[in-house]
């Protein structure tokens, strides 16, 4: 399965029949069917290319209201790895991270980046409470993160809201980033 469809549901009871046809309409996988901020539904599909294609027109040519269809192929497998939640581990000199004004445009911009530098992608956030913007979080050597990062900010254009490269970052920064950062202890006293 190399390719990945998105679609983005103005609704989310709207994006749910959607999710529904897609489904009906092509051999795909579903991946993913969450709700994001202000109330859509982003659905992501995969499989090969003519059925994420189908899917995705079916999507399109139904009536409703979406904010937007993406179809990505190939699809590199951190990508998809990251939005089935299995997070790669935090090593290297540098952290990236890229913040996005909507989900689908971070999907399509994390994979630009990997597919662009020899860089690993830790974590990747569509949404969910983030008010519909995403991120995604690169790790690997300081040029390598910086070329990911460029490569991701030139694909977003518009959609970019915030990019940063962080040569050395506190262990902690690099824990709180893979969504595994420990609670301080409380203080003597308490």
Avoid at 35 to 42: D, F, K, Q, S, T
Avoid at 118 to 147: C, H, N, W, Y
Avoid at 157 to 177: D, F, H, I, Y
Wanted: proline letters at 5%; a neutral charge; glycine letters at 8%.
């Amino acid at each position: 399965m190399d390719t990945l469809g998105i679609v983005d549901s103005r609704s989310i009871a709207a994006g749910t029949a959607l999710a529904d046809s897609m489904l009906k309409a092509a051999a795909v996988t579903l991946v993913r069917a969450s709700v994001v901020c202000a109330g859509r539904l982003l659905i992501v599909v995969e499989g090969d290319r003519e059925a994420v294609e189908t899917a995705v027109r079916t999507a399109r040519e139904a009536e409703a209201s979406l904010a937007g269809s993406y179809i990505i192929s190939p699809v590199d497998p951190q990508v998809q790895a990251a939005l089935r939640r299995r997070p790669q581990p935090a090593a290297g000199q540098a952290l990236g991270v890229v913040e996005c004004r909507n989900a689908a445009d971070g999907v399509m911009a994390a994979d630009a980046a990997v597919k662009k530098a020899q860089v690993a992608l830790m974590r990747l956030v569509l949404g969910q409470g983030i008010g519909g913007k995403s991120f995604f979080v690169l790790t690997g050597d300081v040029a390598a993160v910086r070329e990911a990062v460029d490569t991701a900010t030139a694909e977003l254009g518009k959609s970019l809201l915030r990019a940063v490269v962080l040569p050395r970052p506190e262990p902690e920064v690099t824990q709180a980033l893979a969504g595994v950062a420990k609670p301080n202890p409380a203080p003597a006293g308490e």
